[in-house]
DNA sequence: ATGTTTGACTAACACTTGTTAGTTATAATG
DNA sequence: CATTATAACTAACAAGTGTTAGTCAAACAT
């Protein structure tokens, strides 16, 4: 499968271009640039724009989609929970800092995979959202408001792709310990 | 003024489409059918496209700007300081949530204004972390990785753009403070 | 009433967009 | 060696891009 190979560099170099300019300011001819070919040749590998997108997006949520499902099944109480969902946020972003950035952006831009997306986001939010009320039921997490909660964790998460490509890559999981730290325990003294 | 209130509706339908699909993916066609108007006839009141992504950001970067100028004059100490932070992000935000998903996602395509702006927000950032550093040194916050708390606050202030906007306009001051109270205290128990 | 500004219009420009068709040198396979 | 698959190429298209020039009716100012 030397097809699939070259594919997946398209891929890669596409996730580069669109985490700095965004999917809809890249041109196919700007892609094929920095593939150092003419844009014609791209579609040998590929079948249209918009499949590079859906394999960036798609593949991610998938990611997330299935480890919270596998965090969901664990015996441990909420705030271990809590703790987990940070390290795979943290995993996901690192192994795939670029893609992150189209998965935040450029969802609105995917056309046959989008219902598909909005439900897997959906669908993650809510299982989030319900770790959290298991915690306020278990006297574990502050019975404040929960959709606050939610929402301050979940964006912290989601913008880990602006501040983790400079991180270095040994110190990961002690940064995913310090940022469930802060984001569970608060700033505080 | 009649001219300017025109070019104001222009800017503010702008704003509406930008944050749907990005200043990218939004043409001077789509713009001008939201107004009712042909795509010519907007040049009556502005210079280019790029003139509308400029003012929206720009004004509301220096609005940032100047409300941390203020804050940063007051003699509160640095918790108090945050929560003040934290009512400037939520009031902004609320005044104009359609416009910082053009500053968060599309100030990259900035021309002019492009370096200027990254001034600010690098100033703004500076600002942001001092305060946090003071409340170490005062021993009222933790002296844990101040760049992770920064990083965590920063990232949930800045993604309001895309919660506040379901929000009642009169639970405003609350949420904001309900908002401040999870940043800093967590949602430990 | 008359002259001027306003803000819309049509037509068009030069260029860029994603994508297809057809060609060809190289490499893999029988 | 002959054949086929791969992956690049050139050329081109049809549609869409931001923007300019020039026109003209209605509203405003004198």
Redesign the pocket.
């Known amino acids: 499968m030397?097809?699939d190979?070259?594919k997946t560099e398209i891929i890669k170099t596409a996730t580069k271009l669109f985490k700095e300019k965004g999917y809809?300011?890249?041109?196919?001819?700007?892609?094929?640039t920095a593939?150092?070919?003419?844009?014609?040749?791209?579609?040998?590998?590929?079948?249209?724009?918009?499949?590079i997108l859906s394999d960036i997006i798609i593949s991610l949520a998938e990611e997330f989609t299935y480890g919270l499902e596998a965090i969901k099944k664990t015996e441990e109480n909420s705030i271990e929970k809590l703790k987990k969902i940070c390290h795979l946020h943290v995993n996901i972003t690192a192994n795939n800092p670029y893609g992150m950035a189209s998965l935040n952006n450029d969802w609105m831009h995917l056309e046959d995979q989008l219902t598909y997306y909005k439900k897997l986001r959906k669908d993650y939010e809510e299982d989030f959202r319900t770790v959290i009320e298991e915690g306020v039921k278990t006297n574990l997490i502050k019975d404040a408001k929960t959709d606050v909660m939610l929402f301050s964790m979940l964006s912290t998460l989601r913008s880990l792709y602006i501040w983790l490509p400079k991180k270095e890559d040994v110190k990961l999981e002690l940064f995913a310990d310090e940022l469930s730290s802060i984001l569970i325990n608060g700033i505080n003294k």
Chains 1, 2 share one sequence.
């Open positions: 030397k097809r190979s070259r809809s300011a890249v041109t196919m001819r700007d892609l094929a593939m150092g070919i003419k844009a014609a040749s791209l579609y040998n590998h590929i079948s249209s724009k918009q499949e």
